[in-house]
């Protein structure tokens, strides 16, 4: 359990911050489209759409940074996974497509703005499921034989990749909720509050399924879990969990702005740190480290450099977009 700092560490923690980054920006703009439907057509939808207008495609980018780093850094790995999980992989891609093109076209021909609503929400839906199963097949276990990728084409179809996949869709719906609660109003607003309560107990109780099935996938898992001194650390995630939680439910019936979107995303940071407690140091768990899987020292230097420039300027341009376009969101744009 302990943490060796060497280049391949950073590179794992680049990654993983990337990836926190992807799930928690594009987390709330998908969530918004899980939860197009219960928005009444009209104002309320498009006030929901135009609250994320201008950031969606930005926040994309940690995807791009996330995955395009696990190949450079981590080509093994990225070599396992991705076969193992194609068709996870080409449904999210096509989801992501999809709503991308949808929320282009809604505002363009008004004409069949109810199917642009519709492929809006079937895309976000299918993407989320997608990435909740994607984790869900990586911690359950993929066969790697001769450092290659030996399962079938349907290894990731479980009972537990399902559990995951709903998981994940209704954390990205609970960030969409706490997200409009910051920035719409009238209506809208009170329609966030509610879908916030609901999707709060669907994320709290799908967090709970998920991580009492976790252990009994491995043993690796319960000894990590639940032996001494391990627990001693690890007890610290569920507990801190229970506090967050606790206070979220606090800040929705209390009809706060900004701490319900806060105190999601921590419940969110604990998953990651809890993902962490299960995995480390194996991206492949059981199967290969991160010391296995890394690409040469000269090569993750190079990269190095390049992420030192370009994610500072990726932060940069990401919060200067969300500090214009700060404020709420009313029926005739922002103010």
Avoid at 1 to 12: K, Q
Avoid at 120 to 131: C, L, P, Y
Avoid at 162 to 168: A, E, F, N, Q
Wanted: include cysteine.
């Amino acid at each position: 359990m302990g943490v060796d700092i060497d280049l391949t560490t950073v590179w794992a923690f680049i990654i993983a911050f990337a990836v926190f980054a992807y799930v928690i920006m594009d987390g709330f703009d998908l969530g918004i489209g899980i939860l197009f439907p219960f928005f009444d057509v009209g104002v309320e939808r498009d006030q929901a759409m135009n609250s994320i207008a201008p950031v969606w495609d930005g926040n994309e980018t940690w995807l791009v940074l996330g995955g395009g780093g696990l190949l450079a850094a981590f080509p093994m790995a990225y070599g396992i996974v991705l076969p193992a999980t194609y068709p996870l992989i080409i449904a999210m891609l096509l989801g992501l497509v999809f709503r991308g093109v949808a929320f282009e076209f809604r505002w363009r021909d008004p004409g069949h703005r109810a199917f642009w609503d519709f492929a809006f929400t079937v895309g976000s839906i299918v993407a989320a499921m997608s990435q909740g199963m994607v984790l869900g097949a990586l911690l359950q276990g993929i066969e790697v034989v001769d450092r290659a990728y030996a399962g079938t084409w349907f290894d990731w179809l479980t009972p537990y990749t399902l559990l995951t996949g709903l998981g994940v869709t209704a954390g990205y719906a609970l960030l969409g909720a706490t997200w409009l609660i910051v920035k719409v109003e009238g209506r809208c607003l009170d329609h966030a509050y509610r879908l916030a309560k609901v999707t709060f107990f669907a994320t709290l109780g799908l967090l709970v399924a998920v991580s009492l099935y976790t252990p009994f996938l491995d043993a690796q898992y319960f000894e990590r879990w639940f032996t001494m001194p391990n627990v001693l650390f690890a007890a610290q995630v569920p507990l801190l969990t229970g506090i967050i939680a606790f206070a979220l439910l606090r800040a929705l019936a209390k009809r706060r702005t900004y701490r319900p979107f806060l105190l999601a995303l921590g419940l969110f940071l604990l998953g990651m740190a809890g993902l962490g407690v299960s995995m480390w140091p194996y991206v492949v768990p059981d199967q290969v480290t991160i010391w296995d899987a890394a690409a040469p020292e000269r090569s993750q230097v190079f990269m190095l450099w390049g992420t030192a420039f370009i994610m500072p300027v990726i932060l940069a341009y990401t919060g200067w977009a969300y500090w214009v376009f700060r404020g709420k969101v009313g029926t005739e744009g922002y103010h």
